[in-house]
């Protein structure tokens, strides 16, 4: 893809930064993603807990 960029005129040089930063936004994701996994099972068993009482 980088090639079909520069065929047409376009400067890559400066989009190095931007590929190395995408991998630490990929994990920052993949974090969240966890976290807002264990926090949906927390509410699940919350509002199960509160139907049994």
Same mark, same amino acid.
């Given at each position: 893809?980088?090639?079909?960029?520069? +065929? +047409?005129?376009?400067?890559?040089?400066?989009?190095?930064?931007?590929?190395?930063?995408?991998?630490?936004?990929?994990?920052?994701?993949?974090?969240?993603?966890?976290?807002?996994?264990?926090?949906?099972?927390?509410?699940?068993?919350?509002?199960?807990?509160?139907?049994?009482?």
């Amino acid at each position: 893809m980088a090639k079909n960029l520069m +065929h +047409h005129g376009f400067a890559i040089d400066n989009l190095k930064q931007f590929w190395t930063d995408s991998q630490a936004l990929i994990l920052m994701g993949a974090v969240v993603y966890i976290i807002a996994t264990i926090f949906k099972k927390g509410v699940d068993i919350q509002n199960e807990n509160d139907l049994t009482v």
